[in-house]
Each structure stands twice: as structure tokens, then as C-alpha cells.
């Protein structure tokens, strides 16, 4: 019988032992020759012994098992037979849901279990491994045509129900042969997402989707089991609905937390969840799980915790964010961003001021973005010349639109102040009395600053004043006032009807004449002029 190859990819070292030990007690049929913590590892591996057989766990640091059979794939070498385990409990389920070049997939209990389990299963896959061309890549598509999705067709159901009112009576008779009716007692439903700060793979990427919605179906299936009837959907972008009956059994204490505490140990990511009770309108229900499934920003406001249908369908009714209050925060936070020394007392008092506000009035989380964005752009022109300034800034756009809750929005955006302090002058922290206070020149214009007064604010004499500032804004205290003040002029010219003595009021001159003579000075032409000219370019 002929010797075959095999690379082991595992990241768990007792595991790792113990198949290592397996697969060398039929050296007869197998030659281990290499074993990997993760995927990258395995790769090169891979590629340098092109063995028939590749034994891969899925869930690893770095690069993770599917990640690599992808690249396998793609490496254009004769494509081995792979067989990944699994820590999930329902096998069956397993072979059905994911459609991957896999020629197996055993549970690891399993496989302790029974010591012979991953050696027979080898031995089963090794004549195959010796197939060629066409034949072994129409077995190949063969399998995926087998291996039927019961988790796209319980989904294909679901969206069905959406959209069409035939629909929706077939789901509810599939309730019904659940034993999961929705107008019975002690129904409930928990609505829970990835978090997608903490995801392995790319949201987008709807094979590695797949598997993860896989496997936290099998991980949602498992405790509900002990519960009693039940359902779980995978929706769209990481997200999943489970409808339940406890009347059978009562929930036990903590079951949310367990929930995330299960996602977290399983899949290695982090979870956001929300269990709701209904209420007593049984007619309502099916309308209230399709708000639920297609809601935006389920868990911006409340997460993690149990929640009533109807209280929750309040928090969702987003509304506009009126500008005044919006000025306001935004104030506010840049305010307790600059304090001396980020006292984490303060910030956390803002933080939970806003958020009380926020969720009262159910503001739009998508403004609720823009609000914290524009406190970093604002705080970012402070740090003039601050090298990486703009990656910082272009890197922090993307991790906002990850964020699915105001708390994460709040947290990424002081992560990133801190990066921005950091980059200040190859690494010197920002000065932050220098910057309160061209903070508080950049929103108030109108008042007449003098050099001396602002150093004396602070205790500093006025040659460290000068010399701080500059090294913050690359121009003198001077300079970048009146640079300020004139391009707000500018705007004020040509966006309003005031008039120019008017203008130069609100934005700190002492008198018309010398507004006149800096702002000639500065654009080449009057304040007039530039007002005229503007007008005739619209």
C-alpha cells in the first residue's frame, strides 16, 4: 500500500499531541511530514511537501484554516484532501451548511473520543487522494452539488417571509411543526450580531461568512437545546435571529451572557446581542421579528441585556440630530478630550451624559458618527505637521463605519485622539493647555485675544508661550489668529448679507479700518471686492 503525505494544522498543542500521536500509529499508510500552529505556517508546508492529505482546524490566530485552503487552492499545485475539525456538536448539520473543497469534517471530541475515528477517516480519503484531472475535480463539484445548505434554505425561507404575505404563512406553519408557535406563551427571540471589530475575515468575503454563520448557528442550536423548541435564522452580515419557547423548561440565570460568553470561546469573536420578551398581541409578532431582522443599528443604544419588543422598537425610531445640540456636544467633547492629563473621569461623565441624551431622543446613529468624527477632524487641524496624521485619519473613517454602537463609536474615536497625541512631533504628547486654548480661539473669533493674557492663563511666561505655540501650529500665535479670523471673514462675505463693519465685529477686530487694511493685506483685493467678485463668479 502506498505511503501518503499529510500536513497537520492545529493551533491547540495538547490537541495537536495527541492527532500527531494518532496519524504516526499508522505509519504503515501515513507520513506525517510537518505540523503548523496556523494557517500561514501550513501554507508553507503546504507548498513545500505537496502532501495528499491536509488535517486542518479552522479556528486558529493569524492566518485561519479556511484562509489557507483558499490560498491552497489558489496556489494552482494538485489540490490535496483536506479534512477540518471542528469543535461544533452537530456534524450532520455541518456537512450540509458549508460548501468548501473539504472531503470531511469530524468534531475534535469525536476524534478523542475515538482514537481510530481521524486514521479511518484518512484511510477512506487516501484512494481518493490519488485521483487525477477531470475525475477528481468532478468529484469534487459532486460533493459541493451533495452537500444541500439547510442553513440557506432555512434563511431563503425566513427572507420569503419578508417580502411576500404567502410567505409568511409558510414560515408560521413551519413554526408550528417547530412547536414553536408564535401566538403561544413564552415565545422569545434573541437577535444577536458579530461584533465587527473583532471579526477574523472580512465581512464581505461570503464564503468565510458561510462558515462562521455555521458555526454560530451550531453554537445557538446547542443552548437552545436544553431549553426547549427552537429556530435560529442566519441572516446577512454576521447576523442571527433565534426564536424560543421556555414554557417547557424556565431559562436558566445569565443565558444572555452565556450566549456571548459561548461565541467568544467558540469562534473566538466577540458578540452583541439583545433578548426580547413579546407582548401579549400574538397578531403583532410576525411584524416585530421583520423590524427585528431588518433593522439598522439594532444595538446602538442598548445591547446586551433583555429588552421589551416595544421599548426597543421606540429606541429605533431614529430622529435628526438638531444642529444647536450638535454644536453643543461637540464642544463638550473636544473639551474633555484636551483636559490636562485625559482625565478618564471626566470623559466617561461626558460619555454617559451624551449617550443618555442621544438614546432619549433616538438621534440617528449614522449622525451620531459624523458628530464624533468632526471632534477628531477638529482636533486633528490642531496637530498641524503631525507626521501620519492623514492614514490616522483615513484608517479611523473605515473602523467608524464598523461600529454598530454608540459605545464603540465613542471608544474607537478617543483610541485614535490618543494615536493623534502620539504622532505630535515624532512622538512629544501635544501640549494641552496650548491646545484648550486654540481650541477656544478656533470656535470663538469674536473675542479680542492678546498674547499676554492667554500665556498668563496658564502660567506661562510669554517667549514659552510663543515657542509652544508655534511648535504646535507651525506659525506664530499672530499669524495663525489672524489667518483664522480672515478665512472665516471670507466665508461670512460670501455666504451672508452682513455688512462688513458687521463682519469685522464678529470676528474680533477692534475697528473697521484695520479689518480693512489686514484683509487687503492678506487677499490682494477689499473686503468688498472680494465679496463683489465672489458674487459675480456663482
Not at 186 to 196: A, H, Q, S, Y
Amino acid at each position: 500500500m502506498s505511503q501518503y503525505r499529510v500536513v497537520l494544522v492545529e493551533d491547540e498543542i495538547p490537541a495537536r499531541t495527541v492527532f500527531r500521536h494518532f496519524i504516526e500509529e499508522r505509519a504503515d499508510l501515513f507520513t506525517l511530514v510537518g505540523e503548523a500552529e496556523d494557517g500561514r505556517d501550513g501554507l508553507e508546508l503546504f507548498l513545500k511537501h505537496q502532501p495528499e492529505l491536509v488535517v486542518t482546524d479552522i479556528t486558529m490566530p493569524g492566518m485561519n484554516g479556511l484562509e489557507m485552503l483558499r490560498e491552497i487552492e489558489a496556489s494552482g499545485a494538485r489540490p490535496p484532501q483536506i479534512i477540518i475539525l471542528t469543535c461544533h456538536q452537530d456534524f450532520h448539520y455541518a456537512q450540509q451548511a458549508i460548501r468548501l473543497k473539504a472531503a470531511s469534517y469530524l468534531i475534535k471530541d469525536d476524534c478523542l473520543s475515538d482514537p481510530g475515528l481521524l486514521t479511518r477517516t484518512m484511510e477512506e480519503l487516501a484512494a481518493k487522494a490519488d485521483s487525477r484531472g477531470e475525475t477528481r475535480d468532478n468529484y469534487l463539484q459532486l460533493e459541493q452539488q451533495v452537500r444541500l445548505s439547510e442553513l440557506e434554505i432555512e434563511q431563503s425561507l425566513f427572507l420569503d417571509m419578508l417580502r411576500s404575505p404567502a410567505a409568511e404563512a409558510k414560515w408560521l406553519r413551519s413554526l408550528e411543526d417547530a412547536q414553536l408557535p408564535l401566538h403561544g406563551q413564552g415565545v422569545k427571540v434573541l437577535l444577536l450580531e458579530l461584533d465587527r471589530g473583532s471579526l477574523r475575515f472580512p465581512i464581505d468575503q461570503l464564503e468565510e461568512l458561510k462558515l462562521w454563520q455555521f458555526a454560530g448557528v451550531n453554537v445557538l442550536k446547542e443552548l437552545l437545546g436544553s431549553i426547549g423548541p427552537h429556530k435560529v435564522i442566519a441572516l446577512d452580515k454576521g447576523r442571527f435571529l433565534a426564536l424560543y419557547n421556555d414554557a417547557r423548561k424556565p431559562e436558566r440565570q445569565g443565558f444572555l451572557e452565556q450566549v456571548l460568553e459561548s461565541f467568544a470561546a467558540n469562534l473566538k469573536m466577540r458578540c452583541i446581542a439583545l433578548l426580547f420578551s413579546f407582548g401579549q398581541e400574538p397578531e403583532a409578532r410576525p411584524e416585530a421579528l421583520k423590524r427585528l431582522a431588518s433593522a439598522s443599528y439594532p444595538f446602538f443604544y442598548r445591547s446586551n441585556e433583555s429588552i421589551g419588543i416595544r421599548e426597543w422598537e421606540q429606541l429605533a425610531g431614529f430622529q435628526r440630530i438638531p444642529e444647536p445640540l450638535s454644536r453643543f456636544w461637540s464642544k463638550v467633547l473636544k473639551k474633555a478630550l484636551l483636559e490636562p492629563h485625559l482625565s478618564t473621569a471626566a470623559l466617561e461623565h461626558e460619555r454617559q451624559s451624551l449617550h443618555r441624551q442621544a438614546m432619549e431622543q433616538s438621534w440617528d446613529p449614522e449622525q451620531m458618527k459624523s458628530l464624533y468624527l468632526r471632534v477628531f477632524l477638529d482636533m486633528s487641524h490642531n496637530v498641524i505637521g503631525a507626521e501620519g496624521g492623514a492614514e490616522l485619519e483615513a484608517d479611523l473613517r473605515v473602523q467608524m463605519e464598523l461600529c454598530q454602537t454608540f459605545n464603540a463609536v465613542h471608544e474607537i474615536t478617543c483610541d485614535y485622539f490618543r494615536k493623534l497625541q502620539q504622532l505630535q512631533g515624532g512622538g512629544r504628547k501635544i501640549d494641552a493647555s496650548i491646545t484648550r486654548i486654540i481650541q477656544q480661539m478656533r470656535e470663538d473669533l469674536s473675542y479680542p485675544y492678546k498674547l499676554e493674557e492667554l500665556a498668563a492663563s496658564i502660567n506661562y511666561s510669554v517667549p514659552y508661550f510663543s515657542s509652544m505655540f508655534k511648535k504646535a501650529v507651525g506659525e506664530s500665535f499672530i499669524q495663525y489668529l489672524t489667518r483664522l479670523r480672515i478665512e472665516q471673514a471670507k466665508l461670512l462675505l460670501l455666504t451672508t448679507d452682513h455688512k462688513t463693519f458687521e463682519i469685522s465685529e464678529s470676528i474680533g477686530f477692534e475697528n473697521y479700518r484695520s479689518f480693512n487694511r489686514i484683509f487687503k493685506k492678506e487677499t490682494g483685493v477689499s473686503p468688498s471686492d472680494y465679496r463683489r467678485q465672489g458674487t459675480q463668479s456663482l
